[in-house]
């Protein structure tokens, strides 16, 4: 059975820093593209980042572009979301969702999703 755990959320002040875990168990996360997402409240969910299978290459969006950055670790089967100059609109439930394709903006293309990690920005 596929699961994926977030964790490392929380609450942050503005300008601060959070790492984001996205745990795998019943699937080798290094051969799937994993992505990042979240959702605010009244809010369509939507792609941060992705990093591919292939090589490792990132494709943060645009919004959090020189602010994001995504990386695994293999040996704990991890995907990280490492986030900086975080801001208030940061504010989400954040999640992590695996695909065995490539990077992708198309939600519907990630098969498996975690249950979400809640970060907040507030001073």
Same mark, same amino acid.
């Given at each position: 059975?596929?699961?994926?755990?977030?964790?490392?959320?929380?609450?942050?002040q503005p300008g601060g820093s959070?790492?984001?875990?996205?745990?795998?168990?019943?699937?080798?996360?290094?051969?799937?593209?994993? %992505?990042? !997402?979240?959702? /605010?409240p009244g809010k369509e969910r939507?792609? @941060?980042?992705?990093?591919? +299978?292939?090589?490792?290459? *990132?494709?943060?969006?645009?919004?959090?572009? %020189?602010? !994001?950055?995504? /990386?695994?670790?293999?040996?704990?089967?991890? @995907?990280?979301?490492?986030? +900086?100059?975080?801001?208030? *609109?940061?504010?989400?439930?954040?999640?992590?969702?695996?695909?065995?394709?490539?990077?992708?903006?198309?939600?519907?293309?990630?098969?498996?999703?975690?249950?979400g990690t809640q970060v907040t920005?507030?001073?």
């Amino acid at each position: 059975q596929v699961q994926l755990v977030e964790s490392g959320g929380g609450l942050v002040q503005p300008g601060g820093s959070l790492r984001l875990s996205c745990a795998g168990s019943g699937r080798s996360l290094q051969h799937y593209a994993v %992505g990042w !997402f979240r959702q /605010a409240p009244g809010k369509e969910r939507e792609i @941060v980042s992705c990093i591919s +299978s292939s090589d490792d290459s *990132e494709f943060p969006s645009d919004s959090v572009k %020189g602010r !994001f950055t995504i /990386a695994r670790d293999n040996a704990k089967n991890t @995907v990280y979301l490492f986030m +900086s100059h975080l801001k208030p *609109e940061d504010t989400a439930v954040y999640y992590c969702a695996t695909e065995f394709g490539p990077c992708s903006d198309d939600l519907t293309e990630y098969d498996y999703w975690g249950q979400g990690t809640q970060v907040t920005v507030a001073s």
